[in-house]
């Protein structure tokens, strides 16, 4: 019969429709008001089990952020120095695709020869593709990628090329955003240690 | 350049009976195929596709070679590669002069030569001889040079190769607001002033139009009428500019006005590294980023002859086959919109995408952009968490959510309406016209390069290739439906099996050095088949990266599928096919 193809549709529409009010019953039922809005629902509210809308109130909601997650590379600061640990290498400036890193080496005053460390470093965010090449290719572990995603500002020309003071971060909050990361650095440093001990 | 000639047994043969049909006009060529003489390539080409039934021109490109080497003066060379559908691959070079570069056109022989030879006359500048309408394509009429010969240089050029010297040791960045546009690029034709310059650019354009719209004879007398659909239009998915001439409400000739997206991919894929590329793909078709790093990938290794682990394999294959569920959802989804029911079954199939790229962030750390291949593996393990998450989707929801959004459409009249013999796309039509995925396998023809010529470890599995006989818009989202079903299918299989091991071969090298050769590496990316067709000169950067993409070529029947039909039918045979300018427009 003509019409009983939209009367399916329409069922599953209306079936979509009561499935959002049943999911915020049941979350009222797991906890009151405002649990559906709660950092102990959202994971299970964006996980292939959520039932109900999708949507997340962003600001005031964030979703959590996978540790792997990348958006624009921060430099390392070495606790125990105080300094970077970028040794100037020059790999991510060599490996960046869209070729956004500026590195100047520095040199040793007395002798002119070049010396482990930048003297400036720059990351032209606005061209960076957050690719996380630089921090992949790192062999320092001195370059990752950080999870702050909120960086416009109000001028495009100068506020977008970073410099190392900008893009220097401690490294407990690599320890913090990258924990799995970190640990297997730890290990690895380590190992190293001991190696060249011995 | 191969120091010997390496001929494979099957081009062996072909060009023992080719000698023996068109004496002297087929030659072995320095790494891949046969290259044709110029004045019998129609000739060959009509008997490669009547006899050994090569009937599939699956790309038509171009390499420049502006210095004569040890081997060979300075040339262009027009590269087709052939395909049959029951397997086996043949790629024909044509040679032309440097100066005035003229190759035969194919278009008589396979219309999907069209588009593709337009392509290359813009980017490459050799010249399609007896092409019906051989225009720019990407580029607008009346820019100056081809962007792809070697000698060319684009605004703000720097240097041939990255990395740039520039950056490091010495990097004091420059910012781009302080250097000229052009450079010492900057330069005008001979015999141009400002003053009387008037924009010619669209004339080429419309005047096909206006000479079909000025044609008599008809019973009553009665306007012919030009349109414009786009660039800027809802239904045109992107910056798609569309010309229909109309009769009526009735559609005459449609063509599609494409380049608003263009991006000289091409031109910054050879200045690059080869790893380099890698993120760039992602930007083809935006949606579906694992599968393009897949053919990336897959062409790559050709050339460096890697093993990859069977770890890798079985994460590349769930990766690039969660990419095909999300974007026939998406597809699915905008076509709804397209015809009209607005957002609310767009939204249904995007909350199922949403899950699956949740899936590429934990994995590769970006919900689009996921660069997560690299040669000879992938860039990182599965996190903890991504099993658990990822069969509770393929084995629980998405299956149920596939029949609730079958349930919610393929019954309903009015979709049904708009749907069911609209936009029919014959077989041979969409053979000739070299249309691949979807498309092609509503038409009837079933074939699929993950069957057809398995790559990766798609021949481990156990699955069916969807295909549809009727050839309309309700076939291809029939074909959709099936191909999700498939492709959970796939998924459920390589999740079960997932094994342990490495997930690299070698080591990581952030600059890939290439053997010198060349490759034309294929697989079926969600839309269609996605080619990359690479040379090698034995650097750290491409030679030549030209990529063949499912909606560039697609897209060049549309004109075919849109005639007689009504302005309202645009919007969805549009969305049927299912396109990403990204990708057409690269």
Known sequence: ?198 | MAEEIQISPPTAELLSILEERFPGAAQPAECEGVVIAPDRLVEIATFLRDEPGYVYLSCVTGVDYPGPTARFPARFEAVHHLFRFQGGSLTLHVHADRDDPVVPSLVSVWPSANVQEREAWDMMGIRFEAHPDLRRILLWEGFAGHPLRKDWQEPYYEADHKPFPSRYPMGRPVPAEERTLLGRNLQYPPDWSPAGWKLQAEVPVYAPMDERAAEGGRPMHTDQVVINVGPQHLSAHSALGIVACLDGETIQRLEPVLGYLHRSHEKIGERNTWLANMPFTDRLDYMCSMSNNFGYAVAVEKLLGVEVPERAEYIRVIMAELTRVMNHLISIGFFTNDIGVYLTAMLYALEERELIIDLFEMASGSRMMCNYFRFGGVARDLPEGFLPLAKELVYERLPRRVDELERFLMDNEVFRARSIGVGVLPADVAVAYGCTGPLLRASGVPYDIRRAEPYSIYDEFDWDVAVRDGGDIYARFAVRFEEIRQSLRILRQALERLPDGPIQAGKKQPIVKVPAGEVYGRVESPKGELGFYLVSDGGPNPYRYHIRTPSFVNLGVIGELCRGHLVADVAPILASIDIAVGEVDR
């Not at chain 1, 979350?27 to 649990?35: A, D, S």
Request: overall charge positive.
């Open chain 1, 1 to 198: 019969m003509y019409g009983l193809g939209i009367l399916k549709s329409l069922s599953v529409t209306m079936g979509r429709f009561v499935m959002t009010y049943v999911d915020d019953l049941k979350w009222f039922l797991k906890g009151g008001f405002g649990k559906r809005y709660s950092p102990v629902a959202l994971p299970v509210r964006q996980s292939p089990k959520g039932r109900g809308v999708f949507t997340v109130q962003y600001p005031k909601e964030r979703l959590p952020l996978p540790e792997n997650y990348r958006v624009f590379p921060f430099q390392v600061i070495d606790p125990k120095t105080g300094e970077a640990r970028c040794t100037a290498c020059g790999i991510c400036a060599r490996v960046c695709p869209p070729q956004c890193i500026w590195i100047v080496r520095a040199t040793d005053p007395e002798t002119g020869k070049p010396k482990r460390e930048p003297a400036e470093f720059y990351v032209d965010v606005a061209i960076c593709m957050s690719c996380g090449f630089c921090a992949e290719f790192c062999p320092f572990d001195a370059i990752k990628m950080d999870h702050d995603y909120e960086v416009a500002a109000y001028k495009r020309d100068g506020e977008f090329l970073w410099n190392l003071e900008r893009l220097a971060k401690p490294l407990a909050y690599h320890a913090e955003i990258h924990p799995t990361d970190y640990m297997a650095e730890q290990t690895a440093r380590g190992r190293k240690a001991v190696r060249e001990k011995k």
